[in-house]
């Protein structure tokens, strides 16, 4: 099962920036716990990812169903390691 993916459908990457909690956070995907070891090795008891969180200011954890809300919002996507594409 496929669970990395935004609300509009588009799968999410390392390195993309978005915004949750309806623009108030901006954030970027650094890892995803996405298999069982990971899960248990970050004690977390759902697949989700790492981000670094502008509000927090530091690494949060965030579900997979929350990234899937329509409160999230791709702000932009890394393409490589020096390009950044706005959307």
Known sequence: MNVKKY???EEIKIGDHITTD???DHNTIMKFIDNDKDRDD???DCFG???SSSQAGGIIFVPFDEIASQGTKLIHRKISSDKIINL
């Open 22 to 24: 309806s623009g108030e």
């Open 7 to 9: 609300y509009s459908g």
């Open 42 to 44: 970050y004690g977390v």
């Open 49 to 51: 990812a790492l981000m």
